[in-house]
């Protein structure tokens, strides 16, 4: 299928093709694991349409974005583009102001140094004959 075609169908049928493509794909590809599948270039091309009503889905999905923010008042907008952007840095220094710096710290204990185990070694092979 070509996608000047797809572009005239309605939201409703593109959702329905794209779910007939995926079934016909996977049973293409059960199909093919069986060596029952006779032309096995249709699996891509089946796998290309299906890529293909995906991406007018999300492209019509996109033009409905559009027009909603197209109505939207111009003052949102400004709002939305004059609004400032946190940055990362401000939240960790919170979070140092935060941890009182007189806190008193307990000294480390030192733990004992454990000994070294001792190595195990083999005995030697008999050698019997």
């Not at 996608?3 to 049973?27: G, Q, W």
């Not at 890529?51 to 109505?71: D, N």
């Not at 583009?81 to 030192?110: G, L």
Request: charged residues 35%; positive net charge.
């Amino acid at each position: 299928m070509k996608a000047k075609d797809m572009r005239e169908k309605p939201v409703e049928d593109l959702r329905e093709l794209e779910k007939s493509l995926v079934n016909d794909h996977f049973h293409a590809k059960l199909k093919n694991f069986t060596n029952r599948l006779d032309d096995t270039s249709s699996m891509r091309k089946l796998r290309k349409d299906v890529a293909r009503v995906k991406t007018l889905l999300a492209e019509a999905a996109r033009g409905k974005a559009k027009a909603a923010s197209a109505g939207a008042p111009a003052a949102e907008k400004a709002q939305k583009k004059a609004a400032p952007k946190p940055s990362a840095s401000k939240p960790a220094a919170k979070a140092k102001a935060a941890v009182p710096a007189a806190t008193p710290s307990k000294p480390a204990e030192s733990k004992p140094a454990k000994a070294p185990a001792a190595k195990k070694t083999k005995a030697p092979k008999s050698e019997t004959k």
